[in-house]
């Protein structure tokens, strides 16, 4: 069997907001905390 690695790279775009980037199969992902802390552009990147 062969095993694969995944890699994900998280870059700060400003405050809150975050671009996960999974590879080159899937579009980045855009992440942002809610207001008030962010400003709600993408999925909260805390599970509540």
């Known amino acids: 069997m062969s095993e694969s690695l995944v ?9 809150y907001q975050f671009e996960v980037s999974f590879g080159d ?3 980045p992902l855009l992440a942002d ?4 802390l962010g400003s709600g552009l993408g999925p909260s990147p805390v599970l509540r």
């Open 7 to 15: 890699s994900i790279k998280l870059q700060q775009k400003q405050d």
């Open 33 to 36: 905390e809610p207001a008030p």
């Open 25 to 27: 199969l899937v579009p």
